[in-house]
Each structure stands twice: as structure tokens, then as C-alpha cells.
T-cell receptor, first 114, second 114 residues
Framework: DAGITQSPRHKVTETGTPVTLRCHQT?????MYWYRQDPGHGLRLIHY???????DKGEVSDGYSVSRSKTEDFLLTLESATSSQTSVYFC?????????????FGPGTRLTVT | QKEVEQNSGPLSVPEGAIASLNCTYS??????FFWYRQYSGKSPELIMF????GDKEDGRFTAQLNKASQYVSLLIRDSQPSDSATYLC??????????????FGKGTKLSVKP
């Protein structure tokens, strides 16, 4: 998985609780991404980072926040989880946006909000 | 809204046949095109990518670009049952001004019958 880990791999939480998902990379890549994947919608970009402390919104950012204090870690936080945020979350990394833009994915986190 | 469209399938081919997967994209300015393979319950795995300047062959896989018609194809020769998976097409997009971000199609499910 190109030196990418995600934690936790599975989580069940209750509506209204905060949840933080972690993505850790050992590749020293500049760009990191958070996606969610749902049946019928495919992969949708939530937030991305183009460097330490540099982040921006993607297609479906409402209800999510991110932080990147170190090159290797990119955190995704659901401030108050809702059932609509039940999904599989993938982190991805990319060496540079100036190249081919290829992205490599982590193993994913399956989140269930009850 | 930039879009990438794929036939959801399933596409069923016999073992040893050529599987042809296609996707269309809406943004004429897209320059990089990607094919990912995703097994059920797993994360997307990059198979190959091409730039707007040419096609590419890698083993049993060939990616072709038709810029005039704005579609990308993936050919899998000598298809094997292990090729049975969902294939995602992605194109470089422009979320937040970053051309490194990818827009994904919803995927085509391929089934290779022994």
C-alpha cells in the first residue's frame, strides 16, 4: 500500500460523537487526500493537503475538518458524526501535482455511525 | 461540474478473451488519465496512467486515449478470473485550483468467467 497506513481500520460510533481518522505515510510525499466511497457515488474527495498546515476543501467537505501538522500525518475529523457519514474512508498520497498526479491509496477505514 | 462517466457493468467476458473498459470525461483540459483496479473490500490499486500525448502498454494491459471524443479505454488481453474486479477511471481535475486532484468515475465491474 505504498507506505500508507490508516487507523482505525474499523470503527462503530454513535450519532453526535466526534471521530478522528488518521492517515500516516512513510513516503515523504507532499500531497495527501481524504476520500469517501459509497455505493452509487464512487470515490469523492473530502479534503486534501498540499503541504504541512496547507489544506483545502474537496467536493464533499461539509461536516469534516482536517489537520496536517507533520508531513507524514493527515487527520480527518468528524466533529459530530451523523448516519450519513457512514462510509468507507480512504486516504491517498501523491508525490507531486507537477508530475502525473498519480495517487496511491491506503487500506481504508470502515466507519459506521449508529 | 467536471465529470467522468463509466458504464457500471457488469461486463462479463470469458477467460482468455479481451476485456475492453471505457470511460468518458467532460473536461477537455484534462492531461492525465488513470486506471485503478479495486477488489471487493479492498482499496483502489493503480494499474497504469497515461498522459495526453500517447497510449501505453504494460504487460496484458493497454490504455488508450481518444482526445477528440474525450474517452479513455483500458484493454485487458488474455483475461484471467483474477482480473475480476471493479475498474475505476480517473482524470486530473481542478478542485480548489489544484490540477493534481483527481475526479473518479463510479467504476465498471468486470467478471471473467473460467
Amino acid at each position: 500500500d505504498a507506505g500508507i497506513t490508516q487507523s482505525p481500520r474499523h470503527k462503530v460510533t454513535e450519532t453526535g460523537t466526534p471521530v478522528t481518522l488518521r492517515c500516516h505515510q512513510t513516503e515523504n510525499h507532499r500531497y495527501m487526500y481524504w476520500y469517501r466511497q459509497d455505493p452509487g457515488h464512487g470515490l469523492r474527495l473530502i479534503h486534501y493537503s498540499y503541504g504541512v498546515k496547507d489544506t483545502d476543501k474537496g467536493e464533499v467537505s461539509d461536516g469534516y475538518s482536517v489537520s496536517r501538522s507533520k508531513t507524514e500525518d493527515f487527520l480527518l475529523t468528524l466533529e459530530s458524526a451523523t448516519s450519513s457519514q457512514t462510509s468507507v474512508y480512504f486516504c491517498a498520497i501523491s508525490p507531486t501535482a507537477g508530475g502525473g498526479y498519480e495517487q496511491y491509496f491506503g487500506p481504508g477505514t470502515r466507519l459506521t455511525v449508529t | 461540474q467536471k465529470e467522468v462517466e463509466q458504464n457500471s457493468g457488469p461486463l462479463s467476458v470469458p477467460e482468455g478473451a479481451i476485456a475492453s473498459l471505457n470511460c468518458t470525461y467532460s473536461d477537455r483540459g484534462s492531461q492525465s488519465f488513470f486506471w485503478y483496479r479495486q477488489y471487493s473490500g479492498k482499496s483502489p490499486e493503480l494499474i497504469m496512467f497515461i498522459y495526453s500525448n500517447g497510449d501505453k502498454e504494460d504487460g496484458r494491459f493497454t490504455a488508450q486515449l481518444n482526445k477528440a471524443s474525450q474517452y479513455v479505454s483500458l484493454l485487458i488481453r488474455d483475461s484471467q478470473p483474477s482480473d475480476s474486479a471493479t475498474y475505476l477511471c480517473a482524470v486530473n481535475g481542478d478542485y480548489g485550483g489544484s490540477q493534481g486532484n483527481l475526479i473518479f468515475g463510479k467504476g465498471t465491474k468486470l467478471s471473467v468467467k473460467p
